[in-house]
């Protein structure tokens, strides 16, 4: 079942800023929300994760809901380089105690001139 | 550089026949993972490994086969008993099980006829 819902597509101008979202109504309290995004044909690259808190790092800005129910990632300025399939996840704690990461089919994302 | 080799990147195989991908990671880390993707879906996870001489089924696990004799490497069989094996395979690893981040290799597609 899926734990994540997000759009299938959106596209963004370059240098503008791209702000994804992500449903995520199921999320127990000690799970937490992760972001990968895949380029076409590569392998998925970690961008940002977070449990409750807001967060930033170089590539982007976590915002996560004060009930959690829902996050958004935000590329603060787009760059063609940022096309690509963004993946949000949230972290499965089974209970032999490893944290799998369950991929939806995650958000298009194109970036235009 | 550290980081997650693949290989072959293109792979052609006779159906029938059994196959082996190769993983191999510098980065020291413990845990490994084998991944599937088809054409326009998210990473479905086949193996994973959480230290040298273990691993564990994942969500798909029926068709293949995996070892893990050492840290660095988590070579992925898939067998004849595989009824789709034509798909794109993505390895990742990470420090722990439990760790926020996965590296991913660049991905072999295996196509089979």
């Known amino acids: 079942d899926a734990k994540t819902t997000q759009p299938p597509s959106m596209d963004c101008a370059e240098g503008r800023a791209a702000n994804l979202p992500c449903n995520h109504s199921?999320?127990?309290?000690?799970?937490?929300v992760y972001w990968y995004r895949q380029i076409h044909s590569q392998g998925p690259q970690y961008i940002i994760h977070?449990?409750?808190n807001n967060e930033t790092n170089e590539m982007a800005s976590l915002i996560i809901t004060e009930d959690r129910k829902s996050s958004t990632l935000i590329l603060p300025h787009a760059t063609l380089r940022d096309t690509a399939v963004y993946y949000c996840?949230?972290?499965?704690?089974?209970?032999?105690?490893?944290?799998?990461?369950?991929f939806g089919a995650g958000t298009q994302v194109v970036v235009t001139p | 550089d550290g980081g997650i080799t693949q290989s072959p990147k293109y792979l052609f195989r006779k159906e029938g026949q059994n196959v082996t991908l190769s993983c191999e990671q510098n980065?020291?880390?413990?845990?490994m993972y084998w991944y599937r993707q088809d054409p326009g879906q998210g990473l479905r996870l086949i193996y994973y490994?959480?230290?040298?001489?273990?691993?564990q089924k994942g969500d798909i696990a029926e068709g293949y086969s995996v070892s893990r004799e050492k840290k660095e490497s988590f070579p992925l069989t898939v067998t004849s008993a595989q009824k789709n094996p034509t798909a794109f395979y993505l390895c990742?690893?990470?420090?722990?099980?439990?760790?926020?981040?996965?590296?991913f290799g660049p991905g072999t597609r295996l196509t089979v006829t």
């Open positions: 990742a690893s990470s420090i722990s099980s439990d760790s926020y981040e996965q590296y």
């Open positions: 199921t999320i127990s309290g000690n799970e937490y």
């Open positions: 977070g449990l409750k």
């Open positions: 996840i949230v972290r499965v704690e089974p209970t032999d105690s490893w944290g799998k990461l369950q």
């Open positions: 980065l020291n880390h413990d845990a």
């Open positions: 490994s959480q230290i040298v001489n273990d691993f």
